[in-house]
C-alpha cells in the first residue's frame, strides 16, 4: 500500500472540522509541468503542420499576396477573376474594413491556389524516375530531360528550407506493376535455381495465374493502390510483423554496434548518460521537425514517416495480433540493470538534463548492488523474447491491473529502454572472438536483459562501450534485420536506402567525435545545476504460480534459442570499395557477386537471394526485395570455378552479372520489384478465399541467404576525413532460414569491409566461421581477377575490347 500512497499528488476529506485537503507539492508540480509541456508541443505541431501543408510554398509569403492584393484594389486593378470584387458582394458592407476582409480573403485564395499549385507540380515532378537509371561513370552524360528535370526540382524544393515531413504531401503514391511485368521478372529471377522441368512447371502456373485469376486480384489492388496512401506497407506490417507468433528475439529484432575504433570513455555511467542525452536532442529535433530529411543526391526527398514512432514506441502482443502503441510524449525512460527496473526522469526545471545530471543518476543505480531483484522480476523479460501469444495471454491476467499494471506502463512508454550491463563490449583484432561475442551481447543478451518490445533498448557495456537492439515494426532497417546509413558508392553513385535506425545512431557516433562530452578523467562535462530527480525502483507483484511458470517457460524458451544462434563478424581488411572504384563496379554489386560465389562454394548450388531495396521515395514506402542470384550472376559464378574461362571472359561475365544486378536494384527502389506486388495480390487472394498453386508456391519459397547493406553518411556531422576513426561494424540479425545464412555488411572505409554472418547451430549445413572463409576467399579472387586483367591489358592492349572493361554504373 505504501507504493499506492506515494502515487496520490491530492486528496481531500470532510470532517466535522469541515475540509481537509491534503497535496504533495513536488507532484503537483511534475503535473504541471508536464501539462505545459505538452502544450507547447501541441502549438508546435500545430505551426509546423501548417508549415508542412503549405510546403513547397513559405508561410510568410501569405502577407506578401494579401498586401499585393490591397495594392491592386486600392490602384483601381482587379485581382484575378476580380476576387475582391465578388467577396465584397457576400460581405455585409463595402467600409474600409470590409474592403481590407476582402482583399485578405481574396489573397488567401490565390495564395493557396498557389501554394497547391506548386504541391502538385513538385509531386509529378518526383514521379519522375529515369534519373535513377542514368549512367554515372566518369565521361557519361546525363541526358537532357533528366538535367531540366533536376533544374525544376530544385528551384521547387529547395528555394524554402524544408522541415522533417515538408516533403510528405509531395511524394507520389508507391505504383502498382502488371502482373505481365511481374511474371516476366519472377520467371527471370528463378531460372537459375530451377532446372528445365521445374522451370517449365512453375512457367505452366505463372501462365495459368496471368491468364485466370490474378486479373480479378488485381483489380482489387487497383483500388487498393488509389485509395490508401501505400498499397502495400499497411498490409506489410500487419501480416509479415504483428501477426507473427514467434519470438521476435533473433527472429525479427536486429542490433547495431558502436565506432568500435572509438572508445571515449571507459567510464559505464557518463557513456549512457552522453547517449541518453543525444537521443532525448535526437528526439526534440524531431518533435519539432527541425530535422532535414534525406535527400537523395541533394535533391529527391525520402519518405520520412518512419520517423514519427523512434521514441515512445512498444510493440504489444496479442493474442492473435500485436499492434504498435505510439505515445505523444514521455517524461522518463526506464533503465534496467542487474535485473531490477527503474524509471528515469529525464525533464527537470522545465528543460531535459544535462549529461551531468543524468550521469548522477545512473551512478545511483549502479550504486544499488546490494539491491535483490523481486520474484520473477529478473527473468521478467524473457516474456518479450518468447511467444507472442502466450505473452498476451499473460498480459491480459497477470498485467491487468494493480502495481503490475502501472509498472508495465511505465515500461512501455517509456522514451527507450537502457540496459546497464555487468560485462564488458570488447574488441581487438587479434582475438576475433570477443567482436562475436559483442554481436551476441547486443543480439540477445542473455534473453531477459532487453524488453525487445520497446522501439529500441540501447545497451552500454561495463567498459562503456554502446549498441543497441531494436524492433523490427515500427521501421526499417533494411532487410528483415538490417541497419544504418546512407551509402556512397564510390565517389560518383549514391545508394537510397536510409534505415531510420542509422540516422540515429549515425548523430549518436558523430556528436560524440565532434564535440568534447568528457573530461580526462572520464566523466561527463559540466556541473549540475541541481539535484536531479533520484530513480524510482518499479514494483512487481510476480509471485504467483500462473507468472511464474510462464516467466520460467519463456526463459527457457529465450535460452534455447539463442544459444542457438551462430554469430561470426568478418573484419575484411585486405581491401574496400578503393580497390572496388579502381575496377569501376559498383561496391554494393561487388560485394553481392562475393556473396553468390561464396555461398555456391559452401553450399554447392545457387539458392533464392533475399537483398532489402528500399521504396522511401514514395509516400510511406518501406522496403522491396532485390534477388541477386540472376542468370547473369550464376553463369559467372559457374565461370570463376571453371579453369578452361579465360579471364577476360570472366570480367565481362562479372560486369553483366553487376550491370543486372543494379538494373534490378533501381527497378526495385522505383516501385517495379517482383515480391511486394505478390505478396500483396496473395493478401487479397486469402481474403477472397481464392486458392491460388501459383502465389502459394511462390510464398513459400525460402530465402536460405539473406543479405543487407549497412550504409553510412547520412548526417553532415559525420566527416570521415577528419575523424576516420568514427566509423560503426554496422549491425546485424538472426537467420531467416533455420538452413540459410543471415548477411549484413557494411563498406566502412577504403580498406575495409564488416560482415555480420548468422547462422544456426542445430543446422548439419551451415557454419558461419566457414561461410566467413568462403567470403574472404571469394574476395580475395575477385581481387586477383581484376589484377590479372589488368596485367593482360598492359601486355596486349589491343585484346581489350569496350564490352570487356568493366563498366561503373
Given at each position: 500500500m505504501a507504493e499506492a500512497h506515494s502515487a496520490v499528488a491530492f486528496s481531500f476529506s470532510i470532517?466535522?472540522?469541515?475540509?481537509?485537503?491534503?497535496?504533495?507539492?513536488?507532484?503537483?508540480?511534475?503535473?504541471?509541468?508536464?501539462?505545459?509541456?505538452?502544450?507547447?508541443?501541441?502549438?508546435?505541431r500545430f505551426r509546423t503542420g501548417v508549415r508542412n501543408g503549405v510546403y513547397p510554398a513559405h508561410l510568410q509569403s501569405l502577407w506578401l499576396v494579401i498586401a499585393i492584393a490591397v495594392g491592386l484594389h486600392f490602384t483601381q486593378r482587379h485581382v484575378p477573376f476580380d476576387l475582391v470584387n465578388k467577396w465584397l458582394s457576400v460581405l455585409p458592407g463595402d467600409s474600409l474594413q470590409w474592403q481590407l476582409t476582402a482583399c485578405s480573403l481574396a489573397g488567401l485564395i490565390v495564395w493557396l491556389s498557389i501554394c497547391?499549385?506548386?504541391?502538385?507540380?513538385?509531386?509529378?515532378?518526383?514521379?519522375?524516375?529515369?534519373?535513377?537509371?542514368?549512367?554515372?561513370?566518369?565521361?557519361?552524360?546525363?541526358?537532357?530531360?533528366?538535367?531540366?528535370?533536376?533544374?525544376?526540382?530544385?528551384?521547387?524544393?529547395?528555394?524554402?528550407?524544408?522541415?522533417?515531413?515538408?516533403?510528405?504531401?509531395?511524394?507520389?503514391?508507391?505504383?502498382?506493376?502488371?502482373?505481365?511485368?511481374?511474371?516476366?521478372?519472377?520467371?527471370?529471377?528463378?531460372?537459375?535455381?530451377?532446372?528445365?522441368?521445374?522451370?517449365?512447371?512453375?512457367?505452366?502456373?505463372?501462365?495459368e495465374f496471368e491468364q485466370g485469376i490474378s486479373t480479378k486480384l488485381q483489380r482489387y489492388l487497383f483500388l487498393k493502390s488509389w485509395w490508401s496512401t501505400n498499397y502495400v506497407s499497411d498490409w506489410w506490417e500487419e501480416y509479415v510483423y504483428l501477426r507473427g507468433r514467434g519470438a521476435l528475439m533473433v527472429n525479427s529484432n536486429f542490433y547495431g554496434i558502436d565506432a568500435i575504433f572509438m572508445h571515449p570513455t571507459k567510464v559505464q555511467s557518463a557513456r549512457a548518460a552522453s547517449v541518453v542525452n543525444l537521443l532525448?536532442?535526437?528526439?526534440?529535433?524531431?518533435?519539432?521537425?527541425?530535422?532535414?530529411?534525406?535527400?537523395?543526391?541533394?535533391?529527391?526527398?525520402?519518405?520520412?514517416?518512419?520517423?514519427?514512432?523512434?521514441?515512445?514506441?512498444?510493440?504489444?502482443?496479442?493474442?492473435?495480433?500485436?499492434?504498435?502503441?505510439?505515445?505523444?510524449?514521455?517524461?522518463?525512460?526506464?533503465?534496467?540493470?542487474?535485473?531490477?527496473?527503474?524509471?528515469?526522469?529525464?525533464?527537470?526545471?522545465?528543460?531535459?538534463?544535462?549529461?551531468?545530471?543524468?550521469?548522477?543518476?545512473?551512478?545511483?543505480?549502479?550504486?544499488?548492488?546490494?539491491?535483490?531483484?523481486?520474484?520473477?522480476?529478473?527473468?521478467?523479460?524473457?516474456?518479450?523474447?518468447?511467444?507472442?501469444?502466450?505473452?498476451?495471454?499473460?498480459?491480459?491476467?497477470?498485467?491487468?491491473?494493480?502495481?503490475?499494471r502501472t509498472s508495465l506502463h511505465t515500461v512501455e512508454s517509456a522514451a527507450f529502454v537502457l540496459s546497464l550491463d555487468e560485462k564488458p563490449f570488447e574488441f581487438d583484432l587479434a582475438h576475433p572472438e570477443?567482436?562475436?561475442?559483442?554481436?551476441?551481447?547486443?543480439?540477445?543478451?542473455?534473453?531477459h536483459d532487453r524488453w525487445f518490445d520497446k522501439s529500441f533498448t540501447v545497451c552500454v557495456g561495463s567498459n562503456g562501450r554502446i549498441g543497441f537492439n531494436a524492433e523490427h515494426t515500427w521501421a526499417d532497417a533494411a532487410v528483415m534485420s538490417h541497419i544504418w546509413e546512407m551509402l556512397i558508392m564510390g565517389e560518383t553513385e549514391q545508394r537510397a536506402d536510409a534505415p531510420v535506425m542509422a540516422h540515429v545512431w549515425e548523430n549518436i557516433v558523430a556528436d560524440e567525435a565532434t564535440n568534447k562530452r568528457y573530461d580526462e578523467n572520464g566523466n561527463t562535462v559540466g556541473i549540475p545545476e541541481f539535484e536531479p530527480p533520484t530513480p524510482k525502483r518499479l514494483t512487481w507483484d510476480l509471485n504467483d504460480k500462473v507468472a511464474l511458470v510462464a516467466i520460467d517457460e519463456a526463459h527457457i524458451a529465450a535460452q534455447k534459442l539463442l544459444?542457438?544462434?551462430?554469430?561470426?563478424?568478418?573484419v575484411h581488411d585486405a581491401y574496400g570499395k578503393g580497390l572496388m572504384k579502381t575496377c569501376r563496379l559498383s561496391p554494393d554489386a561487388f560485394i553481392q557477386m562475393a556473396l553468390q560465389l561464396a555461398y555456391y562454394r559452401d553450399a554447392g548450388k545457387f539458392s533464392l537471394t533475399y537483398e532489402a531495396s528500399m521504396t522511401r521515395l514514395f509516400r510511406e514506402g518501406r522496403t522491396e526485395t532485390v534477388r541477386p542470384c540472376t542468370i547473369e550472376s550464376a553463369a559467372w559464378v559457374k565461370a570463376m570455378l571453371d579453369s578452361n574461362v579465360s579471364t577476360e571472359e570472366r570480367v565481362r561475365l562479372l560486369n553483366e552479372a553487376c550491370e543486372?544486378?543494379?538494373?534490378?536494384?533501381?527497378?526495385?527502389?522505383?516501385?517495379?520489384?517482383?515480391?511486394?506486388?505478390?505478396?500483396?495480390?496473395?493478401?487479397?487472394?486469402?481474403?477472397?478465399?481464392?486458392?491460388?498453386?501459383?502465389?502459394?508456391?511462390?510464398?513459400?519459397?525460402?530465402?536460405?541467404?539473406?543479405?543487407?547493406?549497412?550504409?553510412?553518411?547520412?548526417?553532415?556531422k559525420m566527416d570521415l576525413k577528419k575523424h576516420p576513426n568514427c566509423i560503426s561494424a554496422g549491425g546485424g540479425f538472426g537467420p531467416v532460414a533455420d538452413d540459410g545464412y543471415g548477411v549484413s555488411y557494411i563498406v566502412a572505409g577504403e580498406d575495409l569491409i564488416f560482415f555480420h554472418i548468422s547462422s544456426k547451430r542445430s543446422c548439419g549445413t551451415t557454419s558461419s566461421e566457414r561461410f566467413a572463409q568462403e567470403i574472404c576467399r571469394a574476395l580475395a579472387d575477385m581481387k586477383h581477377l581484376f589484377e590479372e586483367y589488368r596485367s593482360l591489358q598492359k601486355k596486349n592492349p589491343s585484346n581489350g575490347t569496350k564490352s570487356d572493361k568493366p563498366q561503373a554504373k
Open positions: 470532517t466535522h472540522e469541515g475540509w481537509d485537503i491534503n497535496y504533495d507539492r513536488e507532484v503537483l508540480d511534475l503535473v504541471w509541468q508536464s501539462g505545459v509541456r505538452s502544450w507547447k508541443k501541441r502549438l508546435a497547391y499549385t506548386m504541391r502538385y507540380s513538385l509531386k509529378l515532378l518526383l514521379m519522375y524516375k529515369g534519373w535513377m537509371y542514368e549512367k554515372r561513370a566518369p565521361g557519361s552524360r546525363v541526358s537532357l530531360q533528366t538535367r531540366l528535370w533536376g533544374l525544376f526540382v530544385k528551384v521547387l524544393a529547395t528555394w524554402n528550407k524544408p522541415g522533417l515531413y515538408s516533403f510528405q504531401g509531395s511524394l507520389p503514391r508507391l505504383p502498382l506493376p502488371s502482373v505481365q511485368d511481374t511474371m516476366q521478372r519472377y520467371l527471370r529471377s528463378v531460372r537459375p535455381l530451377l532446372d528445365d522441368s521445374n522451370y517449365n512447371r512453375m512457367e505452366r502456373l505463372a501462365k532525448l536532442q535526437f528526439r526534440r529535433t524531431v518533435e519539432r521537425q527541425e530535422l532535414e530529411p534525406i535527400l537523395v543526391q541533394g535533391l529527391v526527398p525520402l519518405c520520412s514517416w518512419q520517423y514519427e514512432r523512434i521514441f515512445n514506441t512498444v510493440r504489444a502482443p496479442g493474442v492473435e495480433t500485436d499492434k504498435i502503441i505510439h505515445y505523444q510524449d514521455s517524461n522518463h525512460i526506464v533503465v534496467l540493470y542487474r535485473g531490477c527496473y527503474y524509471k528515469v526522469i529525464i525533464y527537470h526545471n522545465g528543460r531535459l538534463l544535462r549529461p551531468c545530471e543524468l550521469q548522477i543518476q545512473i551512478e545511483h543505480i549502479l550504486q544499488q548492488s546490494e539491491e535483490k531483484p523481486q520474484p520473477g522480476e529478473e527473468l521478467l523479460a524473457s516474456l518479450t523474447a518468447g511467444d507472442r501469444t502466450k505473452w498476451a495471454q499473460i498480459r491480459q491476467t497477470v498485467f491487468a491491473k494493480g502495481v503490475n570477443k567482436l562475436d561475442q559483442f554481436g551476441r551481447y547486443l543480439l540477445h543478451g542473455n534473453g544459444n542457438d544462434v551462430d554469430l561470426r563478424i568478418l543486372r544486378h543494379q538494373l534490378g536494384y533501381q527497378d526495385a527502389m522505383c516501385g517495379k520489384g517482383i515480391d511486394r506486388h505478390l505478396f500483396c495480390l496473395y493478401v487479397v487472394s486469402k481474403y477472397l478465399e481464392i486458392d491460388s498453386p501459383f502465389l502459394q508456391e511462390v510464398l513459400s519459397e525460402p530465402w536460405r541467404l539473406s543479405t543487407s547493406q549497412t550504409p553510412h553518411g547520412q548526417t553532415a
